[in-house]
C-alpha cells in the first residue's frame, strides 16, 4: 500500500490538533501555553526528518514543520511544498519516514461521534461539490480511497477545491485508506 504526501501531512494535522504554539515564559509562567503532547513532539520530530531527506534528495528549500496555532505545517504550504512532497514521497528512504508518520498517527488517533459527524457533512460537500464517489468516512475517520479509481483525482485541481470549499465542515485534515 502506498501512502501519499497530502494523508501524512493530513495526520500531521490531526496530531496537532488542539495545540497552540509555545510560549517564550516557562510552563509555569503566566500566560504560558500549554506544552504539546507526546505525540504531537514525536511528529514535529519524524516530520523534521522528513523535511531534512527532502533537502538531502534534492529539494533544498523543503521547509522544516512547525506547530502553527492548532496544526503542524511545513512553511507556506502552497503548490510548490505540496508538489515538492509527492516527489519526495517517491524517495524509498523519505517513504519510510511517511510510513513512521502513518503509524504514529495511527496509534494516536481517536475521533468523537461529532467529529465523524463532521467527516460525513465534508464527504456530503465533496460530493454536492462534483466529486460524485467521495464515500462517507469509515468508522475510525478515514475515507476507503485508496486503490480506488477516485485516488488519481484526490489531487486534482477539481477535487482540491472542492475541499477548500467544504472545509468549512472539516479542515483538519483527513486520512486515506
Not at 25 to 32: E, Q, V
Not at 103 to 113: F, I, K, R, V
Request: proline letters at 7%; glycine letters at 10%; hydrophobic letters at 35%.
Amino acid at each position: 500500500m502506498t501512502y501519499r504526501p497530502f494523508v501524512v501531512f493530513a495526520i500531521l494535522a490531526v496530531l496537532a490538533g488542539g495545540l497552540t504554539a509555545c510560549s517564550s515564559g516557562g510552563k509555569d509562567s503566566p500566560g504560558a501555553s500549554p506544552e504539546p503532547s507526546a505525540g504531537a513532539k514525536q511528529a514535529l520530530e519524524i516530520g523534521r526528518r522528513f523535511a531534512q531527506c527532502a533537502r538531502d534528495h534534492g529539494y533544498p528549500d523543503f521547509p522544516d514543520p512547525v506547530i502553527d496555532g492548532a496544526k503542524l505545517k511545513y512553511g507556506d504550504w502552497g503548490p510548490g511544498v505540496q508538489e515538492q512532497s509527492r516527489m519526495v514521497s517517491e524517495v524509498r528512504e523519505c517513504k519510510a519516514i511517511q510510513d513512521q508518520l502513518r503509524a504514529l498517527g495511527d496509534a494516536n488517533s481517536t475521533l468523537s461521534a461529532a467529529d465523524l459527524e463532521k467527516l460525513k457533512e465534508f464527504a456530503k460537500c465533496m460530493r454536492d461539490h462534483g466529486i460524485t464517489g467521495w464515500p462517507d468516512p469509515r468508522a475510525d475517520g478515514s475515507f476507503p480511497i485508496i486503490g480506488t479509481p477516485l485516488e488519481p483525482e484526490v489531487k486534482s485541481d477539481r477535487s482540491l477545491a472542492a475541499k477548500d470549499a467544504c472545509k468549512r465542515h472539516w479542515d483538519r485534515g483527513f486520512r486515506l485508506s
